[in-house]
T-cell receptor
């Protein structure tokens, strides 16, 4: 069974600095997607970034980028130039690529605090 | 374009009661997934509906059931509520079987 592990329950970063959130996963599949979702206090889950396993290039979305290490089954999120609005809970998630259920498997989450 | 909406925002029930939660999918999305998120935890997949048929189910008992309507909105029904059912229930919609899921704001259920 696929599992997703986030080993950092809480992280903090100074405004304008860079922070990296860690995620590891376990799967025997070769075709899958990995995601980072942000959940602010408003509770709505917002997609931050997505990575397809077949792509070697790391995904980037503005200040957000990932370090995807397929062999190591590692998928970390780097937030550059952190802003107060980045404070939220961040979830790493896995989806089997060929699945017709679209089931997302989430990690336990990392709470990010941004200090002014 | 209207996003995913859920109702109600909050509700309180007592153990043994039944509850219905509602979700309106984003325009053009025919797939709806439901997740349960306990406090301080990641969401857990309950089930998914695609074109009005259940299309995958997580490790939840049969007292969790659902429905999808022709307009692709969906309901989650929970019978015989237990204290452990207290959680945030999230609905997510997607266009077909694509990897992107768009989440609603959730319904906070408290069971006393």
């Amino acid at each position: 069974a696929q599992t997703v592990t986030q080993s950092q329950p809480e992280m903090s970063v100074q405004e304008a600095e860079t922070v990296t959130l860690s995620c590891t996963y376990d799967t025997s599949e070769s075709d899958y997607y990995l995601f980072w979702y942000k959940q602010p206090p408003s509770r709505q889950m917002i997609l931050v970034i997505r990575q397809e396993a077949y792509k070697q290039q790391n995904a980037t979305e503005n200040r957000f980028s990932v370090n995807f290490q397929k062999a190591a089954k590692s998928f970390s999120l780097k937030i550059s130039d952190s802003q107060l609005g980045d404070a939220a809970m961040y979830f790493c998630a896995y989806r089997y690529g060929s699945s017709n259920t679209g089931k997302l498997i989430f990690g336990q989450g990392t709470t990010l605090q941004v200090k002014p | 374009e209207t996003g995913v909406t859920q109702s109600p925002t909050h509700l309180i029930k007592t153990r043994g009661q039944q509850v219905t939660l509602r979700c309106s999918s984003q325009s053009g999305h025919n797939t709806v997934s439901w997740y349960q998120q306990a406090l301080g935890q990641g969401p857990q997949f309950i089930f998914q509906y695609y074109r009005e048929e259940e299309n995958g189910r997580g490790n939840f008992p049969p007292r969790f059931s659902g429905l999808q309507f022709p307009n692709y909105s969906s309901e989650l029904n929970v019978n015989a509520l237990e204290l452990d059912d207290s959680a945030l229930y999230l609905c997510a919609s997607s266009p077909g079987q694509g990897p992107k899921q768009f989440f609603g704001p959730g319904t906070r259920l408290t069971v006393l």
